[in-house]
């Protein structure tokens, strides 16, 4: 039996009997190159590559293996919140004497019209104390803007998403136009409740938004324009109340608010700024260092001897003419050093106290032993919008005698003791004081708001070449 010869290996297909076969030419074999390493030119050494197994690189493909797609960025780890500073209790105190001092000028008896007991030194907190309120809105503001000036300078407007330095500026714009136009309804409110007191609210509300323009500026510039106010603006102000109502005494009659907030009100913002401004500055600076505690104190007393000084100083030499002044007329006025005249040297003096007054507060707290001492002033000034509120509505229950003429001072003890006992009871068992509560939810949703759309704004495409910018 003959066994058929068996094909070559190396045969191609094997095609039935009598099927005519093409010639086809002969297609040359190029081996494929194992793991080709780079080209080397001639004359240089070639290095043996290491012997056994070679690790590919981070991110190449394992030979064998289809090059794998662009691996994605890896998602940045949350990052920790820093820790946030303890609350700088002299500020707090600050507020309270301001709270507490209103309170004396609005029903201690050193203002009635007979006289009575405290006549020799009530009259301090007036003017003064509401002036110290609206300096420490400026260190308020200037806390709450921290965390944006150290972020350092912003930088111009350009391609690409916003710097963190515009979005965290725009955060603290926004949380204080809110609490402003929270500050409006609720001082309009205390408005309705008819009594004699002038309610510094709306005031406060107008200060926050006309300081909105001017929070990156250096404090150069805004002592500058602090100084302006002071000085141009009790000018203006003064101008045009006797030239539209023919007196210098504020009135509101014919002027809605906003407007008459600027000039005609009881608290001229237009002067008022100032105020704020100063405060801004302060707030700058290092309000936990004993030195600049006495910095400010030292600071606050030359200012007030000089603008109470000059004034009174003035006015003796206005007494030397002709006629008798009279500084609650126009032009006798401008000398005047008298609460809420709203002349240049009153002003400059109020401002001098309460810079003085701030530092006090915080070279008093330094020390552990004084910070507990005066805990319960500073639970006070913590939560001084409720307190404000609250002294309001008792002043309101009280009735307008209360103001005007004064019997004794029962109700001012009595109301000042049982806010201080309030505060502090809510400091312990709720924290932070409802109304406060209010302000800081409302602003602080608001600012995550605008912070979330600024981050989805659209980036805008980068300009072709050659195109500015």
């Known amino acids: 039996m003959t066994t058929p010869p068996t094909p070559p290996p190396s045969q191609g297909p094997v095609f039935p009997a009598g099927s005519p076969v093409a010639a086809s030419a002969p297609v040359p074999t190029t081996p ?5 390493g780079p080209v080397v030119p001639a004359g240089h050494p070639v290095v043996p590559p290491p012997p056994g197994p070679v690790t ?14 662009p691996a994605a960025a890896p998602t940045p780890a949350p990052s920790t919140p820093a820790p946030r500073k303890p609350r700088i209790s002299g500020v707090d105190v600050a507020r309270s004497v301001a709270i507490l001092g209103m309170l004396i000028a609005h029903l201690g008896t050193g203002h009635h019209p007979a006289g009575g007991w405290g006549e020799q030194w009530m009259w301090i907190f007036d003017g003064r104390s509401s002036a110290l309120f609206a300096t420490l809105a400026g260190v308020s503001i200037a806390l709450m803007s921290r965390r944006a000036r150290s972020l350092g300078p912003v930088p111009p407007l350009g391609p690409g998403p916003l710097p963190p330095q ?12 809110v609490r402003a136009a929270i500050l409006i309804p609720v001082g309009i409110v205390l408005q309705a409740l008819g009594t004699p007191v002038v309610i510094i609210l709306p005031t406060y509300a107008v200060l926050f938004f006309m300081a909105l323009p001017v929070l990156r500026l250096s404090s150069r510039w805004l002592l500058g324009i602090a100084a302006l106010a002071v000085v141009v603006g009790s000018f203006v102000v003064l101008g045009l109340r006797e030239v539209t109502t023919g007196t210098v005494e504020p009135s509101m009659v014919g002027f809605g608010l906003g407007i008459g907030e600027l000039v005609w009100g009881y608290y001229p913002a237009l002067v008022w700024i100032g105020y704020l401004l100063v405060g801004l500055v302060m707030g700058r600076g290092d309000l936990a260092s004993p030195r600049y505690a006495a910095l400010l104190v030292g600071l606050g007393t030359l200012v007030a001897a000089a603008g109470y000084g000059l004034g009174t100083l003035g006015q003796r030499v206005w007494a030397d003419a002709a006629y008798a002044p009279d500084y609650l007329f126009w032009p006798d006025v401008l000398v005047s050093t008298e609460p809420h005249s709203t002349s240049p040297f009153e002003v400059a003096g109020n401002i001098g106290v309460a810079v003085a007054v701030t530092g006090l507060c915080l070279l008093l707290t330094t020390p552990r032993l004084g910070a507990a001492a005066l805990w319960p002033l500073a639970s006070t000034g913590a939560m001084s919008l409720t307190v404000y509120t609250i002294q309001i509505i008792v002043i309101a229950a009280l009735g307008p005698y209360a103001v005007f003429s004064p019997a004794s001072n029962t109700p001012l003890v009595v109301l000042a003791l049982a806010s201080i006992a309030f505060a502090c009871v809510w400091h312990l068992v709720l924290g932070q004081g409802p109304l406060k509560r209010v302000l800081k939810a409302a602003s602080d949703s608001a600012a995550r708001a605008s912070e979330r759309r600024a981050a989805q704004l659209p980036v805008p495409p980068p300009a072709p070449p050659g195109w500015p910018r």
């Open 32 to 36: 494929a190159p194992a793991t080709q």
């Open 56 to 69: 590919p690189a981070p991110g190449a493909p394992a030979p064998g293996m289809p090059a794998a797609m």
């Open 166 to 177: 515009r979005i965290a500026w725009r955060s603290v714009r926004v949380k204080i136009a």
